[in-house]
């Protein structure tokens, strides 16, 4: 038991830690990526790759900067508060095995935590997928595919 327990907050921190720097940079340097964000919502690589194929979907593009920044930034706070939860729950795994928290109550905010961080990357596939990413933003695509995978692997792993 208390390998497993040592093992699922190991298993919990490595995705936390990922997203905490994604979070950080994210806060720090918001161009990085609010850049490509704003480019998947006007579809504008699709637009120049593939003209016909855009033309069908063209109506599903958004222009608008605020709302593009207001997404970007509502997924800035799911993010954050993702992070937290996950290291919370890495923090009572880990005082579950000196027993100064119980185990169920550990592994259920750290399977919150690992239910948010999936969620994350599976509606970024899902969104995505509605502006057609997958033409022309293909490792964006890979990345939340197997970081959707990373969270459900985590959410088994603590299921045990």
Known sequence: MDMTLFAQAVSLALPAAWLTTGVRDNILYP???ETYTA???????????????????AHRAIHNRSLQTLAFKAVVVLEVIATLVMWVGVILLFMSLFGGVTVSAARSVALF??????SIWAMFTIVGNHFSYWFCHEGAQNTHFQMTLWGLGNMIFLSL
Do not use: C, H, I
Not at 113 to 118: I, K, N, P, Q, Y
């Open 39 to 57: 480019q998947v919502f006007t579809m504008e690589r699709m637009a120049q790759d593939y003209p016909e194929e855009f033309a069908r979907v």
């Open 31 to 33: 161009s990085v990526n």
């Open 113 to 118: 935590g690992a239910l948010l961080f999936t």
